[in-house]
């Protein structure tokens, strides 16, 4: 919603908005453009009235500005609909989906459309490091869009990414996710075939050929271009047009890119994981739907700038680096933890999870999250008294190594208490966190003063 209002800020309305806990980095996003910020949901932000109402999936009825707008009959609209009518209409959209990798696929691939030149519109979920915002208008015809399955509004339950009409799409992965709105992994597979049937013939979808649950999607139906990606060593390569050799460090920070088995291209970037050579396949893929060569876009992916809360060193104090990464399903944060013990070889990681989503807090992971977290050296979970489920039992398969707190004042203290020169301490979390990350940067810093 940050992102829309900057779009709407740069076609030339007046915007204002509400929210409650906004945290940068948006919060700082919307100040330095001006955009003024109501904290709460009353209903006296509507005077004066404002000419139309731009309601996100987090409005419910009940809360006052809702009520309000309703009783006035003012005009309202979803985020998803004011952009597809007022933005996307006339353009060639790019859009993004998938369970994991929506954001950094949707950076890299704006970088690499603005590297060739073509200036296009983006609205990614997160400030990518090459550019200072997380949306602009641009220029016509090309728009990148993270395309969420989340629902629209609380009018309207469709998924978000129905709205966009993409030209070419990119599916990077399919997982059960957002169980506050979808019951199973069939109904979020259903979704996914609805966003399918809206791309044109002469479209194209880039599909990762390594994910059965997107291979059950494309058998409801696809009537469009298809071109899947692999790397090197993921099943289902042979069905690959777009394919990775890894170097021989096998970190994903260099690797060839090939195109239907021909060599055309190498990526060189600080970026590390298996992860992100999927996401770096698909963006070059979708790139050259849109005219990029595969050899520029593999040379502006050597100069991409990885999105914040991704991986981002928040800062070292007594020799411990502070990690901040928004993974916040098993399968993500997995693979967080093995691409940076990819970097930090045997040192001790530290990996610290606040279990913020509606699925994560409603337990539907609970199972799995153990074993997602098995390769940190040392796991901690925030576990306040409304999570919903049994934290101390579902972290018994990692033994002396798992350690919950009920409040953040105690996950603080046992942090600074446990770590120690050459660790590496990862926070992964879908919001703020409370602060942690300088909060504990200030603490081991007071730590290392007082000796």
Known sequence: MGGIAAIARAAGHR????????????????????????????AGQLSPQPDVVVVGNVMSRGMPVIEAMLERGIAYTSGPEWLAREVLADRWVLAVAGTHGKTTTSAMLAWILEEAGLAPGFLIGGIPGNFSVSARLGELPFFVIEADEYDTAFFDKRAKFVHYRPRTLVLNNLEFDHADIYPDLASIERQFHHLVRLVPGSGRLLVNAH????????????????ERFARDGASHLASAYWSAGLADNGDGSVFTVRADQVECGEVRWP??????????????????????????????????????????LRGTEAGVAVYDDFAHHPTAIATTIEGLRRRVGAQRIVAVLEPRSNTMRAGVHAGTLAESLRAADSVWLYAP???GWDAQAAFTPLGARAHTASSLDALLAGLTGELRSGDNALLMSNGGFG?????????LRARATRG
């Open 385 to 387: 008294a409304d999570l």
């Open 15 to 42: 915007v204002s908005g509400s929210d409650r806990n906004v945290y940068p980095p948006m919060s700082t996003q919307l100040a330095q453009l001006g955009i003024e910020l109501t904290e709460g949901y009353e």
């Open 211 to 226: 994910d059965d649950n997107l291979a059950r999607v494309l058998a409801m139906g696809c009537w469009s271009e298809l």
């Open 271 to 312: 970026l590390i994981g298996m992860h992100n050579v999927d996401n770096a396949l698909a963006a070059i893929g979708a790139a050259r739907h849109a005219g990029v060569p595969p050899q520029r876009a593999a040379a502006a992916l050597s100069r991409f700038a990885n999105v914040r809360r991704r991986m981002e």
């Open 435 to 443: 602060g942690l990350h300088e909060r504990l940067l200030s603490s």
